[in-house]
C-alpha cells in the first residue's frame, strides 16, 4: 500500500502568510495528487487535482506542485476562510485511493 | 446543481449493522462513480471503497473487507454503503461524494453532508 506523510501535522500563521504544506508519497506516484481542505463539521472539498491543476471556482491564491514522492501545496496569502484542515490524497492505485494524515492550520 | 444528501444519523449497538443513503442530483448518475469516506471523531480522512455508477463494479479498503457493501438504484440515482458487524471504532462521520475520473485523473469533486453512525451498547 502507499503511505502518504504530510508535514508539519499543524502549523500557526497569521492572515497575509504565505503558507506550504508537504506531502510525501512511499512511492513514485507521478503526479496523482490532490489536496483538500475541510473546515470543522463540514465535508471536505477540492482544492488541487494532478497535483497542480485548479480546481473551478477554487482562488488562486492556492497552488499545487511536485512530482514522483515529494508534492507542496502553497496559500500564497492566507486568508481567515483559510484556516482549515489540509490533506493530500494519492490517486495513483485508481480505484483505491489514500489520504494523508492532514495538516490543522491555526490562528497565530 | 450537483448535490448528495444522505441519510440522516444513526445510533447502532456492536454487531449490528447500518445502511447509509446517498441520493445524487445535477448530475448523470451512471457517468460517474461514488465513494464513501469515513472520518473518526478528531481523526482524519479513512478512504472506505468505491462504486462504479454504471456497472456495479466495487472495490473496497481491505480493512473493511467483508464487513461491507456498496450497491446503486439507478432508478432513483442513489448508492448505499452497508456496513455489518460493528465495533465500536466504526463510529464516524461517513460521507459519500462524487468519482470524477473524466480526464487523466481522479477526484472527489462534489461529497455529501455526512452522516454520523454511533456504535455504542
Known amino acids: 500500500d502507499i503511505q502518504m506523510t504530510q508535514s508539519p501535522s499543524s502549523l500557526s500563521a497569521s492572515v497575509g502568510d504565505r503558507v506550504t504544506i508537504t506531502c510525501r508519497a512511499s512511492q513514485n506516484i507521478y503526479t496523482y495528487l490532490n489536496w483538500y481542505h475541510q473546515k470543522p463539521g463540514k465535508a471536505p472539498k477540492l482544492l488541487i487535482y494532478?497535483?497542480?491543476s485548479l480546481q473551478s471556482g477554487v482562488p488562486s491564491r492556492f497552488s499545487g506542485s511536485g512530482s514522483g514522492t515529494d508534492f507542496t501545496l502553497t496559500i500564497s496569502s492566507l486568508q481567515p476562510e483559510d484556516f482549515a484542515t489540509y490533506y493530500c490524497q494519492q490517486t495513483f492505485t485508481t480505484p483505491t485511493w489514500t489520504f494523508g494524515q492532514g495538516t490543522k492550520v491555526e490562528i497565530k | 446543481q450537483v448535490q448528495l444528501v444522505q441519510s440522516g444519523a444513526e445510533v447502532k449497538k456492536p454487531g449490528a449493522s447500518v445502511k447509509v443513503s446517498c441520493k445524487a442530483s445535477?448530475?448523470?448518475?451512471?457517468?460517474?462513480?461514488i465513494t464513501w469516506v469515513r472520518q473518526a471523531p478528531g481523526q482524519g480522512l479513512e478512504w472506505m471503497g468505491w462504486i462504479s455508477g454504471y456497472d456495479d463494479n466495487t472495490q473496497y479498503a481491505q480493512k473493511v473487507q467483508g464487513r461491507i457493501t456498496m450497491t446503486t438504484d439507478t432508478s432513483t440515482s442513489t448508492a448505499y454503503m452497508e456496513l455489518r458487524s460493528l465495533k465500536s471504532d466504526d463510529t464516524a462521520v461517513y460521507y459519500c461524494?462524487?468519482?470524477?475520473?473524466?480526464?487523466?485523473?481522479?477526484?472527489?469533486?462534489?461529497w455529501g453532508q455526512g452522516t454520523l453512525v454511533t456504535v455504542s451498547s
Open positions: 461524494a462524487k468519482v470524477d475520473c473524466s480526464g487523466a485523473t481522479c477526484f472527489f469533486d462534489y
Open positions: 494532478a497535483a497542480s
Open positions: 445535477g448530475y448523470t448518475f451512471t457517468s460517474y462513480g
